[in-house]
């Protein structure tokens, strides 16, 4: 009888497992600087995000995940349009399925903590890429559009219940588009209902369109408040066991 031979469990860091899936972005939100300049996308492709409008940014933050080094932390309540943004297109060329993964904690819910979305360029609709921001009370709204404008016929939206976010919560989230009629949630490793709220199975405008993390989509609308940490963009639909890894690693 051969002896059994058992292997020790590999250890991957939180980075290191994030990595293993092979997202198309990833920001582990460790910049330094008082505030940080920008957000280094530590993926092959080496989106880095520039800082727009610092005003609400404080230093660098103890991080939300285990084994991160900082999270980047939005002071103010002012929807003051602070936040990071790439100056290229991080879609060109993408399509559904994606995935969007961010760690968040925010010290109390107002209208509207902005996640990430993509940036308004001059005679372009908003309704393009993803979008999604949390509200006042608890409850995310998650969109894609096709480009053609802010009409609910060229985009479409989806909605969790009231509640689904709590303020001074370290909260893992997961939102993947897997397909024109399905948006999926997870909260803390928990698959949350994300219902279909409005618009048309519309095909994701994957042109140009400046991605932005903690800040909305036009000039003046809207930014993060609180904090974010180890946000992550893929070209697939994170499956359950990769989610519960993801988590399980930053806990
Ligand atoms: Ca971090």
Redesign the pocket.
């Known amino acids: 009888m051969p002896a059994i031979i058992t292997t020790p469990p590999v250890s991957l860091t939180y980075q290191q497992t994030i990595l293993a899936d092979g997202p198309i972005g990833y920001w582990?939100?460790?910049d330094i600087g008082t505030p940080p300049t920008q957000s280094t996308d530590v993926s092959v492709n080496n989106y880095d995000l520039t800082v727009v409008t610092s005003t609400s940014l404080s230093a660098a933050q103890p991080?939300l995940?285990n084994g991160?080094?900082?999270?980047t932390q939005w002071t103010s309540t002012a929807q003051d349009n602070t936040g990071f943004m790439a100056s290229t297109s991080i879609y060109a060329g993408a399509s559904l399925p994606l995935t969007m993964e961010m760690w968040i904690r925010m010290p109390s819910l107002i209208n509207w903590h902005y996640l990430f979305a993509t940036h308004k360029t001059p005679g372009f609709s908003f309704y393009r890429g993803l979008h999604a921001f949390i509200d006042s009370n608890g409850a995310v709204e998650a969109s894609y559009g096709n480009g053609g404008g802010v009409a609910t016929s060229n985009r479409r939206s989806y909605k969790s219940a009231n509640g689904t976010f709590l303020a001074n919560t370290d909260t893992h989230m997961v939102l993947t588009f897997p397909d024109t009629t399905t948006c999926k949630l997870y909260v803390n490793n928990s698959l949350i209902s994300m219902p279909y709220l409005s618009g048309g199975a519309v095909t994701f405008d994957a042109s140009s369109g400046q991605f932005a993390i903690g800040r909305a989509w036009e000039n003046g609308t809207g930014s993060f408040y609180g904090f974010i940490?180890?946000v992550a963009f893929y070209n697939y639909e994170l499956t359950a066991q990769q989610v519960a890894n993801h988590y399980n690693a930053g806990i």
């Open positions: 582990p939100m460790d991080p995940v991160s080094t900082y999270s940490d180890e």
